[in-house]
């Protein structure tokens, strides 16, 4: 059984650029949650998806956007990146309701120059 | 401002001692979660706590949450170069809300 997985492992970006990691969650699990994570600290919640709606936002601006695909699958979009969006990207996956059997993935690293 | 504080930030032991980690909030917790994560990689579950004076065990590390759900501990006995990486706490702010909230993180390394 394939745990959670991302793509890309790393990407180098430069400012003003656009970006789209992807997560696919473990078999079974409907519902991804994306977080940041900056270095030195702990993840920081971006939003979450379930019925390929956005349900639960955090404190991040609109340049970040998201999609849920039929299959569960989603993708995290950030728009005219910033040096400060350089982080480790973590993807969850859960069932609904059972949040506290949240799965992450390995991340993605982004690096904005 | 931090809602989950640990301590300390980081921690060097010799192998073979014990150690503990804090993780202190300053509301009431409805799940407490600790993971633990290997530089740059994701999270790895360690276990989950919800239920005020609830302790869990996995091999040689032990959790426990305090009766008023404010504060959890994580306790490694006898650590091993394996153990060494960054724990983190994590928590749920409402009940099932699938929005966790994280601590910054305690570093451990483990000499051999």
């Known amino acids: 059984d394939a745990g959670v997985t991302q793509s890309p492992t790393h990407l180098i970006k430069t400012r003003g650029q656009q970006v789209t990691l992807r997560c696919s969650p473990k078999?079974?699990?409907?519902?991804v949650s994306w977080y940041q994570q900056a270095l030195g600290q702990g993840p920081q919640f971006i939003f979450q998806?379930?019925?390929?709606?956005?349900?639960q936002r955090g404190n991040f601006p609109d340049r970040f956007s998201g999609h849920q695909f039929p299959n569960y699958s989603s993708e995290l979009n950030v728009n005219a990146l910033l040096l400060g969006d350089s982080a480790l990207y973590l993807c969850?996956?859960?069932?609904?309701?059972?949040?506290?059997?949240?799965?992450f993935g390995p991340g993605t690293r982004l690096t904005v120059l | 401002s931090q809602e989950l504080e640990q301590s300390p930030q980081s921690l060097i032991v010799q192998e073979g001692k014990n150690l503990t980690i804090n993780c202190t909030s300053s509301?009431?917790?409805?799940?407490l979660y600790w993971y633990k994560q290997k530089y740059g990689e994701g999270l790895i579950f360690l276990m989950m706590?919800?239920?005020?004076?609830e302790e869990k065990s996995h091999e040689k590390i032990t959790a426990k949450l305090d009766e008023k759900k404010q504060q959890s501990s994580l306790h490694i006995t006898a650590s091993q170069p394996s153990h060494a990486g960054i724990y983190l706490c994590?928590?749920?702010?409402?009940?099932?809300?699938?929005?966790?909230?994280f601590g910054d993180g305690t570093t451990l390394t483990v000499k051999p």
């Open positions: 509301k009431t917790l409805y799940g």
């Open positions: 994590g928590a749920d702010k409402v009940t099932n809300a699938g929005k966790s909230t």
């Open positions: 969850a996956s859960s069932r609904r309701g059972a949040y506290n059997e949240q799965f």
């Open positions: 706590l919800q239920k005020g004076g």
């Open positions: 998806y379930y019925e390929e709606e956005e349900r």
């Open positions: 078999s079974g699990h409907d519902t």
